[in-house]
């Protein structure tokens, strides 16, 4: 499940324009998870710790380990492609959006698979 959350380091790669650093991205599992094999990924820094608990349910989970991506040939034009909804859909992601009248609520924007609505209020 991909989260969107603009309070969290976002779990889709963001360009960055005043910085050139680029953070690693990395895998946790949902331990006890109702959807089979959930998987977060997580934009964070070398430095952070590793989360113990999903920054939106609060659910456990648990870093995996993989090997490093080293693509090098990165271009503004593919990565907006591989973020448009249509791809993401199809490939099998799921969007929440941040509501911005109640910010404790995600709407399901891209995906099948999920809740319509995820509330932590």
Do not use: W
């Amino acid at each position: 499940m991909e989260v969107l959350d603009s309070n969290f380091p976002l779990v889709l790669l963001k360009r960055r324009r005043r910085q050139h650093r680029v953070m690693p991205i990395y895998r946790y599992r949902v331990i006890d998870s109702n959807i089979e094999n959930e998987i977060l990924e997580v934009e964070q820094a070398m430095h952070a710790k590793v989360l113990t608990s999903h920054p939106i349910t609060g659910e456990p989970i648990e870093r995996i380990l993989t090997k490093p991506s080293l693509t090098l040939n990165h271009s503004s034009f593919k990565e907006k492609k591989g973020l448009e909804h249509g791809h993401l859909s199809k490939n099998g992601f799921t969007v929440f959006q941040k509501d911005r009248s109640n910010p404790k609520r995600y709407t399901r924007t891209v995906g099948k698979e999920g809740p319509e609505e995820i509330n932590l209020a």
